[in-house]
Structure formats: C-alpha cells, structure tokens
C-alpha cells in the first residue's frame, strides 16, 4: 500500500470513529431526556378527563379546584406522555390507557408530550 493509500484510510477510520462517537453522545442525551414516571394516582375519581389523541391535547387548558385530579386518557395511532414542566407528573409513554394525577395545591401545571413537544398542557389549579 502506498503511503497516499494508508493517509485516506487512517482519515476515513478517523471520521468513521468520530462519527461513531457522536451519535453514541446523541443516544444518551435522548436517554436522559425523559425523567422517571411518577405512578398514577388510579383509583381516584378525575374532575376533568383530558384526550390525548395524535398531536393535541384535549382541552389543551383545564380548572380544577385542589385535591381535584385530572385523568388523561390516550387515543390514538402514536405513542404519547404527559410530562410537567415542574415532573410533579410523569406518565409512561402509551398508546392507549389513562394516567391520573391528583393535585393538592394550587399553582399552573404546565405540561408536554416528551416525544412531540409542540403538544402542550395547562393545568390550572385554583381555590374556588
């Protein structure tokens, strides 16, 4: 092999390496995207039921009053969650189903879909 041979192969190797090293990098950053689903509080009767259906949150903004829940129930052909902002709540990620959560003060619960951000929530939790 000739000099000129062995240069291309070494940076074609290096690249491949470098390559190979940034999606690894990629990986774990997705990996440590999602927090730890908080269990949902099933059993508990929901004041208000949110669809999560493909890419929309409906209602994407609800009023509940303290110590009231909210259920969440998933339709749909995608895979989505609920995730807030704050983590007080996190669901598995699901097709179908429900997750509930109850919410014993009063404070804006902001929330998304960890797969498809642009899908976003309210809970708005407030003393009657």
Known sequence: MTGAAVSRRRA??????????????????????KPEPVPSDAGVKAAVTVRVV???????????????AVRWVFE????????????SFVSELMREGEYTHRFPEAADFDYICSVH????GVVRVAAP
């Open 12 to 33: 074609i190797t290096g690249v491949a390496g470098a390559l190979g090293l940034a999606a690894v990098g990629a990986l774990a950053a997705c990996a440590q995207g």
């Open 117 to 120: 951000p642009e899908m976003r």
């Open 76 to 87: 749909g052909t995608a895979e989505h969650d609920v995730v807030a902002n704050d983590r």
């Open 54 to 68: 493909d890419n929309a949150f409906e209602p994407a903004e609800v009023r509940i009053t303290p110590d009231q």
